[in-house]
């Protein structure tokens, strides 16, 4: 079981990508999907400049109970997750 995080296109609203999130625990991943109380609250998602090293990453998925994804891209498959 896996959560994700839906980007959204800042002028048409219309769905840009789904990223897959993996930084949770199943059972963190379990309350989101059967509860509204007690689970992960998504705190921030920032995107940084990268300039022109595409390998530093450029987005940090973060939740209120400390856990990030942090991502080259949208698309990176190989993320750090704290």
């Not at 995080?5 to 930084?23: E, M, Q, R, T, Y």
């Amino acid at each position: 079981m896996q959560g994700e995080v839906l980007l959204l296109d800042s002028k048409s609203g219309n769905l840009h990508s789904s990223i897959p999130i993996l930084c949770l625990t199943p059972n963190e991943l379990t309350q989101m999907k059967s509860s509204a109380t007690n689970i992960p609250q998504l705190a921030s998602i920032t995107w940084f400049g990268k300039g022109d090293d595409s390998t530093t990453p450029s987005l940090a998925i973060c939740y209120r109970n400390g856990k990030c994804q942090i991502m080259r891209d949208e698309q990176d498959e190989s993320f750090v997750a704290v």
